[in-house]
């Protein structure tokens, strides 16, 4: 955590790039965003394995920055010997908060490993390192596409957070009731931990239909008709997209959100006419 945390508690996320300009832009990237005293970074982590080296190259070089920077970690399709080494080597390395998920199978892998759940990744993180790391889980206000129902999946939540998470973070969303809603649910459930709302800037509409289709955020239709009027206007896009945006995080702030983690795509500048635009 950072000495002096920016008081409206935001945390933001990065993927690890594939070519060398994108590493050398993301250095700039983090240290726009460092500026603003976050309370830590986060690397996402290809499921499967495929980018577990440059997930942990990505979390050291953040972490150059001082900000506490959180690897994800997936167990699907993975051994516990591999996780055991994974875990060994972020403590080593100084790591002491994780984003434990289940993932996704990639398609072609054969076989699902020995933790089925993100609750079963918690515990096992938990026996094997007790409580080294601060551990986040994932949240779905809009319901996990593959769940029965959103009852069923705040059961499910519930689980991981009581197999020993310190906090969630959710997916990103556009209706700030859904995220009130699910928080009341889960705190029906016992769950006392901070949820965070996952914040997804608005930058580029074609990106953003595509991605919500495939993780079941909803786009609401009168955002959706804007942004189809704009056409390949990115400026009108941006500018629609921040004021959006910016009203969402205030409400979900003014109704007691306990932070906001924003998902940057590795790009500094919409996330910040946002930041700007808040208070707390
Ligand atoms: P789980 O919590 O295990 O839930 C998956 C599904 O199984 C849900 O439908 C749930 O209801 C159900 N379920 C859960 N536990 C049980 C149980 N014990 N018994 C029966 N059913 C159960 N993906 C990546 O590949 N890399 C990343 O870096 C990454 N980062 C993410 C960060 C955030 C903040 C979020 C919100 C998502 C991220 N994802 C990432 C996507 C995530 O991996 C997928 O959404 C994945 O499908 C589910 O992972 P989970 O940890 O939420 O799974």
Redesign the pocket.
């Given at each position: 955590m950072s000495r002096h945390e920016h008081p409206l508690g935001i945390s933001f996320e990065f993927f690890p790039p594939g070519t060398e300009a994108g590493r050398d832009k993301l250095i700039q990237v983090r240290d726009e965003l460092a500026a603003r005293q976050p309370r830590f970074f986060s690397v996402?982590?290809?499921?499967g394995g495929s980018t577990q080296a440059r997930t942990r190259e990505i979390v050291r070089q953040v972490s150059e920055s001082g900000v506490s920077t959180a690897p994800?970690l997936?167990c699907i399709g993975s051994e516990k010997a591999q996780l055991r080494d994974l875990l060994a080597q972020y403590r080593e390395e100084g790591v002491d908060s994780l984003?434990?998920?289940?993932?996704?199978m990639p398609s072609g892998m054969a076989s699902i490993g020995e933790l089925r759940?993100?609750?079963?990744l918690v515990e096992f993180i938990r026996d094997e390192t007790g409580n080294h790391f601060d551990i986040a889980?994932?949240?779905?206000p809009e319901s996990?596409p593959?769940?029965p129902n959103l009852d069923?999946?705040v059961e499910?939540?519930a689980?991981?957070m009581k197999a020993g998470a310190n906090m969630a973070?959710?997916?990103y969303f556009f209706t700030a009731d859904a995220y009130f809603h699910f928080v009341d649910k889960a705190r029906a459930l016992g769950v006392e931990q901070p949820i965070i709302p996952?914040i997804m800037p608005i930058t580029n509409y074609t990106k953003l239909a595509r991605f919500s289709d495939a993780?079941g955020a909803e786009i609401p239709r009168w955002i959706r008709k804007q942004l189809e009027s704009y056409g390949d206007d990115s400026e009108a896009i941006a500018a629609f997209g921040t004021d959006v945006v910016s009203r969402l995080c205030q409400r979900l702030l003014d109704g007691g959100a306990p932070g906001l983690?924003f998902y940057t795509l590795n790009q500094a500048a919409p996330v910040l006419k946002i930041v700007d635009n808040l208070s707390g």
């Open positions: 996402t982590y290809g499921a994800h997936s984003v434990a998920l289940r993932g996704d759940y993100a609750n079963e889980v994932a949240a779905y996990h593959q769940a069923r999946d499910n939540f689980r991981k973070i959710t997916q996952g993780c983690h």
